[in-house]
């Protein structure tokens, strides 16, 4: 299939909800907050427009990938500003096609052309082994907690900067915390989804309780 990716813009960022709530709607969980995430980033002083990227086939966005700005913190304090991308996501009708893989081949492209030094992001390693993600654990960085989560994955893009001489905690930006106060009130802007529970999810949730030593 056909498709092009090209940078995102504002007027596409209601589009980007639906396709962010389609592509997460019960994988992870019954229903999802992803979209109420991605909306909440367009504001957020981590975001990062540069790399926001959308895939498009036939004048429709199918998938996308919005990056943003998080640090490396070592025991005196110091800072290493670097990037995470997330939500990444495809619209379930296209997935499988290579649009996933692109938007991360783009992403990461551009994120080393910008001069970031490494992307780390929390996420299955199915996904992301392929493009080069390796445990954050293999280069010294642990969670903000000192852990080592399996899910903590590294892409290096600059080998001088991240030696693994160095302990690095990864702090990630607030915008993921999301709160869930608000998220039935912002999902009935959307279409009636039914919530339900999966396989997905249990697995889900032993990742997300999974730790390398
Ligand atoms: C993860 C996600 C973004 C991947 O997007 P995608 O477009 O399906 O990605 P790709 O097509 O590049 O790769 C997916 C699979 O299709 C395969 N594939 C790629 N091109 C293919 C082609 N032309 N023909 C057949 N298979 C193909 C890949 O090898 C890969 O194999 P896998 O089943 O072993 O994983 C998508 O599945 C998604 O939106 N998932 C829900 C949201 C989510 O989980 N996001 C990530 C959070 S960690």
Aim: aromatic letters at 12%; proline letters at 5%; one cysteine or more.
């Amino acid at each position: 299939m056909e498709f092009t990716i090209r940078k995102g813009k504002p007027s596409d960022n209601r589009e980007v909800e639906y396709v962010t709530r389609e592509a997460f709607w019960n994988l992870y969980v019954p229903g999802c907050d992803e979209h109420l995430t991605i909306h909440n980033i367009w504001t957020h002083k981590d975001f990062i427009p540069d790399l926001y990227y959308v895939a498009v086939t036939e004048d429709k966005i199918v998938g996308c990938i919005v990056f943003t700005a998080s640090h490396l913190e070592d025991e005196n304090s110091a800072q290493l500003e670097i990037v995470t991308f997330g939500p990444v996501c495809v619209l379930p009708d296209y997935q499988h096609l290579g649009i996933g893989g692109e938007l991360i081949r783009k992403g990461i492209a551009a994120a080393k052309e910008m001069g970031y030094p490494a992307i780390i992001i929390l996420g299955d390693p199915h996904n992301y082994c392929r493009h080069g993600f390796k445990n954050s654990r293999d280069y010294n960085i642990s969670n903000s907690e000192g852990k080592y989560p399996l899910g903590q994955l590294l892409h290096l893009l600059d080998e001088s900067k991240i030696t693994g001489s160095v302990k690095w905690r990864f702090v990630y930006s607030d915008v993921y915390n999301v709160s869930h106060e608000n998220l039935e009130e912002y999902d009935r802007q959307f279409p009636v989804k039914e919530k339900c529970v999966k396989p997905s999810q249990v697995l889900f949730n032993m990742l997300v309780r999974s730790y390398i030593e």
